[in-house]
């Protein structure tokens, strides 16, 4: 029973949260073991798909989602981070959880922490704590199926205390988060293959022979089936500005014709992860083929390609791999028309590294740099040099997100405009975006 003293509106539990990363830091796995029992175990009471790896996670979690929710099954999914709104994290049914239900299910959470360090235990790091936000939720709807991403890495990761997952899927692996994670491909895929559990079937992505070794070492270990995902299982067929056609040729399905709501030639690689995914978990086909294209098709996954407004498109690449998949659909739009780039990007993150590539890659018609990130933000002035050095194209400097968006929308003329470089700038031209609709 929760007495006044324990009840939060949601502005204080978002305050509460966002205050985390100033007093507490990420836990051993036990630490969060004990906030987990103290809650009643949620994660045992619904069917797991846990999905780890460095780029494509969030989208092969939100195919998944929408794949068993269009199939009828109460669905529950958990990804970070948001983008605007910390409830983007919590979704069912494929709506965010609502702020009422977010800021009661935090109180409880708030007065088990209260609890367990009046016992000398640690207080949650800021991801631990919303992963139990989210299992309480989720119980609370009484979810079926989570789709569950990992936060970072897999290993060590707080998700990973999912003691049986249904299945688990690795993506795409990369070099990102090396400080934590290991400086070669190798370790980190090791780190990524720690989500991997004693006899559950794991699908990933093998088209790196040196990530595949490691996951299928770690996968033999635990006599885990392997569901191992290629290029020759996928033949695309043909690509518009919005969507591409592929035939998918595998061991579960007979060259099925499927359309991902995407430009980006990765989303071919993620939806093929979610369907192999999908029949790892659905072997008889109780989910038909096609409820699992429609799922794909019907997919809305905020900020990875998504085209917001009529040649405008935001994507949250914001690593080595990131940008490069970023590159291979730019220069596909660029044999069309021209193409403009707002970009900004956070201090951790090799930016200049990111801004010589596209530079390399893409003849850009404009490019607008911006601010983003709080006290990691890399200084808008500073990231016009840098595309100065390496692009003859007119570079505008604006530390505003939001001037920077309009000047950016109003040189665009018949370019396509790309926003990329870091999720925190999707986020804030996502309000923008709100702002401009509500006619503020």
């Known amino acids: 029973m929760e007495t006044q003293t324990d009840k939060f509106t949601y502005e204080q539990a978002v305050e509460y949260i966002e205050s985390i990363p100033?007093?507490?830091?990420?836990?051993?796995?036990?630490?969060?073991?004990?906030?987990?029992?103290?809650?009643?175990?949620?994660?045992?009471?619904?069917?797991?798909?846990?999905?780890?790896?460095?780029?494509?996670?969030?989208?092969?979690c939100a195919f998944l989602a929408s794949i068993l929710t269009r199939a009828?099954?109460?669905?529950?999914?958990?990804?970070?981070?948001?983008?605007?709104?910390?409830?983007?994290?919590?979704?069912?049914?494929?709506?965010?959880?609502?702020?009422?239900?977010?800021?009661?299910?935090?109180?409880?959470?708030?007065?088990?922490?209260?609890?367990?360090?009046?016992?000398?235990?640690?207080?949650?790091?800021?991801?631990?704590?919303?992963?139990?936000?989210?299992?309480?939720?989720?119980?609370?709807?009484?979810?079926?199926?989570?789709?569950?991403e990992t936060g970072l890495g897999g290993r060590l990761d707080a998700t990973n205390l999912v003691e049986h997952p249904a299945v688990t899927v690795i993506t795409t692996i990369g070099?990102?988060?090396?400080e934590y994670l290991g400086n070669t491909l190798e370790k980190i895929a090791w780190e990524k293959a720690g989500i991997i559990k004693e006899g559950v079937p794991v699908v990933y992505d093998a088209r790196n022979e040196?990530?595949?070794?490691?996951?299928?070492?770690?996968?033999?270990?635990?006599?885990?089936?392997?569901?191992?995902c290629d290029a020759s299982m996928w033949r695309i067929?043909?690509?518009?500005d919005k969507s591409i056609d592929f035939i998918l040729n595998n061991r579960y399905y007979e060259r099925m014709r499927v359309t991902v709501p995407y430009l980006a030639e990765y989303q071919v690689v993620n939806s093929t992860l979610a369907l192999t995914a999908l029949r790892a978990l659905d072997p008889e086909k109780e989910i038909s083929d096609e409820t699992a294209a429609a799922g794909i098709l019907n997919t809305r996954w905020a900020g990875r390609m998504e085209t917001v407004l009529p040649g405008v498109v935001l994507d949250g690449a914001h690593n080595e791999d990131g940008i490069r998949e970023?590159?291979?659909?730019?220069?596909?739009?660029?044999?069309?028309?021209?193409?403009?780039?707002?970009?900004?990007?956070?201090?951790d993150k090799e930016h200049e590294k990111m801004i010589e590539t596209v530079c390399q890659a893409v003849d850009l018609s404009f490019v607008v740099v911006t601010e983003v990130g709080g006290y990691r933000q890399v200084p808008a002035a500073k990231l016009g040099r840098e595309f100065s050095r390496h692009t003859k194209a007119p570079v505008y400097v604006e530390t505003d997100v939001e001037k920077a968006f309009k000047k950016a929308l109003k040189q665009r003329g018949e370019s396509m405009l790309f926003c990329a470089g870091s999720l925190y700038l999707v986020g804030e031209i996502k309000s923008v975006l709100l702002k401009m609709r509500r006619g503020e």
């Open 22 to 60: 100033k007093f507490a830091k990420k836990n051993k796995p036990e630490n969060t073991w004990e906030l987990l029992k103290r809650l009643g175990y949620p994660q045992r009471e619904m069917k797991v798909i846990h999905v780890a790896g460095t780029n494509g996670k969030g989208s092969v």
């Open 72 to 148: 009828g099954k109460k669905t529950g999914l958990f990804t970070s981070p948001h983008l605007v709104e910390i409830t983007e994290r919590i979704v069912i049914q494929g709506e965010q959880v609502g702020r009422e239900a977010f800021a009661g299910a935090f109180a409880r959470v708030k007065r088990a922490v209260d609890e367990m360090e009046k016992d000398g235990f640690y207080h949650p790091a800021y991801f631990e704590l919303l992963f139990a936000v989210g299992l309480l939720l989720f119980r609370e709807a009484r979810v079926e199926y989570l789709v569950l």
């Open 175 to 178: 070099m990102d988060h090396m």
């Open 210 to 228: 040196a990530t595949a070794a490691v996951i299928r070492q770690e996968a033999q270990k635990k006599h885990a089936p392997q569901h191992a």
């Open 237 to 240: 067929c043909s690509k518009t």
């Open 326 to 347: 970023l590159i291979h659909t730019v220069k596909s739009v660029r044999e069309r028309m021209p193409v403009s780039l707002l970009f900004s990007a956070v201090s």
